[in-house]
């Protein structure tokens, strides 16, 4: 049996700053403009994604640690809860492609094989962030609907809830930028094993399904939103039809001063 070599994925920052990163690092083995791939000797890669990942292949947690620690300065709002995930790669000369638990075993490994497979695996964590992040909102809106239900009303200032809209739309935008799973990384194109591994890999981590469970509950946030936007709003209306009133009556008071005394 041959030797199962492991990688290891970060999220470690909402965004990255991939120049920055490219100025301490030798030049990349590939690059684009959301994403830097290195490849060092000994089955060693580094791959950094703009949207907060690191992925490394082949290193210790010490090794890991200080290469994280020296692009660091490059973080943009670094996370306070980093999230960890691993997937091993096993070579066996002559087999063909086979997943199992939480490993695959391949019968070829290239700097494009490890390239792929921390892709998907980049992807699979910045789901689980996705999803963590979606389901504190659905905890903060299900705390307002509670509220409603107890007192018949909803006890949130307009600014507190557009605050609470920017980072529900912040989450749905980052989503649509950063996840593509429904997109071919351009080096499977020509390359019918990248692809098979690329799409093994995709039902492997389930990332199709996860999606799903992510846009779904984004939409149920959204349906939220907009009854919560409904309801500020006509307290808005409520309001400025009191002002409206207790101007007019201010004006008829005057009026009947001024007449009468």
């Given at each position: 049996?041959?030797?199962?070599?492991?990688?290891?994925?970060?999220?470690?920052?909402?965004?990255?700053?991939?120049?920055?990163?490219?100025?301490?690092?030798?030049?990349?083995?590939?690059?684009?403009s959301?994403?830097?791939?290195?490849?060092?000797?000994?089955?060693?890669?580094?791959?950094?994604?703009n949207?907060?990942?690191?992925?490394?292949?082949?290193?210790?947690?010490?090794?890991?640690?200080?290469?994280?620690?020296?692009?660091?300065?490059?973080?943009?709002?670094?996370?306070?809860?980093?999230?960890?995930?691993?997937?091993?790669?096993?070579?066996?000369?002559?087999?063909?492609?086979?997943?199992?638990?939480?490993?695959?075993?391949?019968?070829?490994?290239?700097?494009?094989?490890?390239?792929?497979?921390?892709?998907n695996?980049a992807?699979?964590?910045?789901?689980?962030?996705?999803?963590?992040?979606?389901?504190?909102?659905?905890?903060?809106?299900?705390?307002?609907?509670?509220?409603?239900?107890?007192?018949?009303?909803?006890?949130?200032?307009?600014?507190n809830?557009?605050?609470?809209?920017?980072?529900?739309?912040?989450?749905?935008?980052?989503?649509?930028?950063?996840?593509?799973?429904?997109?071919?990384?351009?080096?499977?194109?020509?390359?019918?094993?990248?692809?098979?591994?690329?799409?093994?890999?995709?039902?492997?981590?389930?990332?199709?399904?996860?999606?799903?469970?992510?846009?779904?509950?984004?939409?149920?946030?959204?349906?939220?939103?907009?009854?919560f936007?409904?309801?500020?709003?006509?307290?808005?209306?409520?309001?400025?039809?009191?002002?409206?009133?207790?101007?007019?009556?201010?004006?008829?008071?005057?009026?009947?001063?001024?007449?009468?005394?």
């Amino acid at each position: 049996m041959g030797k199962e070599i492991t990688l290891t994925a970060f999220h470690v920052a909402k965004q990255l700053d991939l120049k920055g990163i490219r100025t301490v690092l030798d030049k990349p083995a590939a690059e684009a403009s959301s994403e830097l791939f290195y490849s060092f000797p000994g089955n060693k890669y580094q791959y950094y994604f703009n949207y907060g990942i690191i992925v490394f292949c082949g290193y210790t947690d010490e090794e890991m640690e200080t290469a994280t620690t020296a692009v660091s300065p490059f973080f943009r709002y670094a996370v306070s809860h980093v999230t960890r995930d691993e997937f091993g790669v096993l070579y066996e000369e002559g087999v063909g492609m086979r997943f199992e638990f939480h490993r695959v075993i391949l019968g070829t490994l290239t700097d494009e094989v490890f390239r792929i497979v921390m892709f998907n695996l980049a992807q699979s964590v910045a789901l689980d962030y996705y999803a963590n992040t979606a389901e504190n909102l659905l905890m903060e809106i299900k705390g307002f609907t509670n509220q409603m239900e107890r007192r018949g009303t909803l006890s949130i200032r307009r600014k507190n809830m557009m605050r609470f809209l920017g980072r529900a739309l912040n989450t749905q935008n980052d989503i649509v930028e950063n996840i593509y799973i429904f997109d071919v990384p351009d080096l499977v194109w020509e390359n019918e094993y990248l692809d098979k591994l690329h799409q093994g890999l995709i039902q492997h981590f389930d990332l199709r399904t996860r999606f799903r469970g992510v846009e779904y509950m984004m939409r149920m946030i959204d349906a939220n939103l907009e009854v919560f936007s409904e309801i500020l709003n006509q307290r808005e209306s409520s309001l400025l039809e009191i002002i409206i009133i207790l101007l007019i009556l201010v004006e008829v008071i005057d009026f009947f001063i001024n007449k009468f005394l």
